[in-house]
């Protein structure tokens, strides 16, 4: 077979073992997962109720435009229907991007370390890959305008950034915005956005009407509750959302994802919830990592990177033989770290036992 060369050495994305799987491992009967940043309280009624009370049929296909979902959207975000992409989870939204620009004679420009998937694609795709070092934990949103040149399609920024949970402000964004050649597409991906409790956080969907080169990607699976049935959508001016729509897979979002989806949007009392629980969690992180002089970033995400000082796969291996499966550091860019999901107060307590145990016999 004649396979892309770059395919040959690509590591494909490795999921964290399942919760069945660290069960018969280590011979548990309780596993707490705090690993993929999922919403440990669920997700709305609202959305479990459409799922049970709709019946839909499994053998057809589902609504190829979203109509249901888009109008529902349109509606809560006030923009126009055709300023929306759907796509099966955040995911897909990156991979529709990166086909429609990516290629050997193109160069795209990230943060590293940030989120997997932006280099992941751009390897796939032959494009040329700038990655700009974070300073202490944030984007070099100044460095990676110095890296664009003719050959520029994409710039990918990520905030809250994963795995820092960091933020741009909204003056550097501005600003950054400002100085972005009007050719080049900033993806600025907000999965984390519900979350964010920063008062100089930017509202970005006033921005793509502002700037005719930006595209916000969010999604269903972080503080909605829906990860396993993988909604996500992009917001921007209806030039680029008509570019990329051609690249979307027929019938991407499937119908169950659209039932629910379209039903969590109209709960935001249940998303104001969980924003409150998050906030509270972190504050027993923080306290945790005061109290044993642990070095962490303040976060805008439902997790948090605390820096041990050891190896993360040591600590990773520590907590899975305990029952808790964090994300360690290593495959972050981050060795001497973990990133750990904010849970329920009580998944909080039994973790933080755990590795105050850790600390103890270090």
Request: net charge negative; charged share 20%; aromatic share 10%.
């Amino acid at each position: 077979m004649r396979w892309k060369e770059q395919l040959l050495t690509l590591t494909p994305y490795q999921p964290g073992k399942s919760i069945e799987a660290v069960k018969k491992l280590f011979n548990l009967d309780r596993i707490v997962k705090l690993a993929s940043n999922e919403n440990p309280f669920g997700c709305s009624e609202h959305a479990l109720s459409a799922l049970q009370t709709n019946q839909t049929s499994l053998a057809i296909y589902p609504d190829g435009y979203a109509t249901q979902l888009r109008e529902t959207l349109a509606a809560f975000l006030q923009v126009d229907l055709d300023e929306l992409l759907l796509g099966n989870g955040s995911d897909n939204l990156i991979q529709i991007i990166s086909r429609a620009l990516l290629h050997p004679n193109a160069s795209t420009i990230m943060a590293t370390p940030t989120f997997s998937q932006y280099k992941h694609n751009a390897v796939i795709e032959g494009a040329v890959i700038r990655e700009i070092p974070l300073i202490n934990g944030d984007h070099d949103l100044d460095t990676m305008l110095k890296a664009i040149d003719e050959t520029t399609n994409v710039i990918w920024v990520c905030s809250p950034n994963n795995p820092t949970g960091t933020y741009i402000q909204e003056n550097k964004l501005i600003s950054f915005l400002d100085k972005v050649p009007p050719h080049v597409l900033v993806v600025l991906d907000e999965a984390y956005y519900e979350y964010v409790v920063a008062e100089d956080y930017y509202d970005s969907i006033t921005l793509t009407r502002k700037y005719e080169n930006l595209i916000v990607l969010r999604t269903f699976s972080k503080i909605y509750g829906l990860a396993a049935l993988r909604v996500g959508y992009g917001v921007a001016n209806r030039v680029i959302i008509k570019a990329l729509e051609p690249v979307r897979e027929p019938f991407n979002v499937n119908s169950l994802g659209q039932l629910a989806a379209s039903a969590a949007i109209k709960d935001q009392e249940f998303v104001e919830v969980c924003k409150e629980k998050n906030r509270q969690g972190l504050a027993q992180f923080y306290q945790f990592c005061e109290q044993y002089q642990l070095e962490f970033y303040p976060s805008q995400t439902n997790f948090i990177l605390i820096d041990f000082k050891v190896d993360g796969d040591e600590i990773f291996q520590y907590l899975q033989e305990r029952g808790y499966i964090v994300r360690s550091g290593k495959a972050l860019g981050f060795p001497t770290a973990v990133r750990i999901t904010v849970g329920s107060s009580e998944q909080n307590e039994g973790v933080l036992k755990a590795l105050g145990e850790f600390l103890a016999e270090k």
